[in-house]
């Protein structure tokens, strides 16, 4: 299972961003998707997650900016940043869990994608 992370840029505040975190490999349940970010000198702190029960969860300063979601066909979720502020300038990193067709359960992550929002 491979996890491809993309999106990142820079922005100034104010803009959009959307990240992508495409999930491949011989996958039977995307069980999961977890979004964190990672400021500078800072601790990794989740931003967002999202279930296959259907349950979203947001980081309190995220709220009703950010929004995750899934493309069902592509296996991809999605992180859809609006209204971004210089404090959300971070290495994103997704983590999923997945279960894979011989029905093991992993934990997995992409490589980060870097998020500059200017002021």
């Known amino acids: 299972v491979q996890l491809q992370a993309s999106g990142g840029g820079l922005v100034q505040a104010g803009k959009s961003l959307r990240l992508s975190c495409a999930v491949s490999?011989?996958?039977?349940?995307?069980?999961?998707v977890f979004w964190y970010r990672q400021a500078p000198g800072k601790q990794r702190e989740l931003v967002a997650s999202?279930?296959?029960?259907?349950?979203?969860d947001y980081l309190e300063s995220v709220k009703g900016r950010f929004t995750i979601s899934r493309d069902n066909a592509k296996n991809t979720v999605y992180l859809q940043m609006n209204n971004l502020k210089p404090e959300d300038t971070g290495t994103y990193y997704c983590?999923?869990?997945?279960?894979?067709?011989?029905?093991?359960?992993?934990?997995?992550w992409g490589q980060g994608t870097l998020v500059t929002v200017s002021s």
């Open positions: 983590n999923a869990g997945v279960t894979d067709r011989r029905s093991r359960v992993g934990d997995y």
């Open positions: 490999g011989s996958i039977y349940s995307l069980n999961r």
């Open positions: 999202w279930r296959n029960s259907g349950v979203l």
